[in-house]
């Protein structure tokens, strides 16, 4: 089992629509990256967060500590949110970064 | 703004070739990572460091090894290239918990 596990793997929806990515987590973390990955492109950190709740834009990342889980929700999707979207846990005490597999985001218009 | 660069965006080698991958960032960072992204597999550390001259293995650091003798570069080695070794390469800097990518280097190894 992966310390990290992300769902869904993939994830097709109209544009407008309202978006749920989840993470859960087996280590004990200080911190979780939700990072952004266009095809071909590098990847971009839209948040870290080590409690509650963080906005930019229509874009919103929770985290629960006691039950080691985040959620990334994005509201009035678009179609240039189609990325593929990476939870990844900062380990207690290192600086590594635990992955999750990613999941493929496809917004249609 | 921070910035990391890696060398070269596209890289077609040979099996057996020896590959080099250069990163630099320019925000005085301690730490550098080196991943590969592999479809399935997501985001793999190969290597990283703590500092100049330091480095540690991640997850998977067989047939690679890294260089680091000034703090803004760190360089991957591929000793003698394979095909298993055909990746995207993603390097990145981080200061406290703060990771930040450069664009990646898509390695083919025919």
């Known amino acids: 089992k992966n310390e990290v596990e992300q769902s869904p793997q993939n994830l097709t929806a109209q544009e407008g629509e309202f978006i749920t990515i989840n993470c859960s987590y087996s280590?004990?973390?200080?911190?979780l990256h939700w990072l952004q990955q266009h095809p071909g492109g590098g990847i971009v950190s839209l948040f870290m967060?080590?409690?509650g709740k963080k906005k930019h834009g229509r874009l919103i990342a929770t985290i629960n500590i006691q039950e080691k889980h985040s959620s990334l929700h994005i509201t009035a999707s678009h179609p240039r949110d189609s990325a593929v979207y990476i939870c990844?846990?900062?380990?207690?005490?290192?600086?590594?970064?635990?992955f999750g597999q990613g999941t493929r985001l496809t917004i249609n218009p | 703004d921070v910035k990391v660069t890696q060398s070269s965006r596209y890289l077609v080698k040979r099996t057996g070739e020896k590959v080099f991958l250069e990163c630099v960032q320019d925000?005085?960072?301690?730490?550098m990572f080196w991943y590969r992204q592999d479809p399935g597999l997501g985001l793999r550390l190969i290597y990283f460091?703590?500092?100049?001259?330091?480095?540690e293995k991640g997850d998977i650091p067989e047939g690679y090894s890294v260089s680091r003798e000034k703090k803004e570069r760190f360089s991957l080695i591929l000793e003698s290239a394979s095909t298993n070794q055909t990746s995207m390469y993603l390097c990145?800097?981080?200061?406290?918990?703060?990771?930040?990518f450069g664009p990646g280097t898509r390695l083919t190894v025919t």
């Open positions: 990145a800097s981080s200061h406290y918990n703060e990771q930040y």
């Open positions: 280590v004990g973390i200080s911190a």
């Open positions: 967060l080590s409690s």
């Open positions: 990844a846990a900062i380990i207690q005490g290192a600086q590594k970064l635990v």
């Open positions: 925000m005085d960072h301690e730490n």
């Open positions: 460091s703590y500092d100049v001259k330091m480095k």
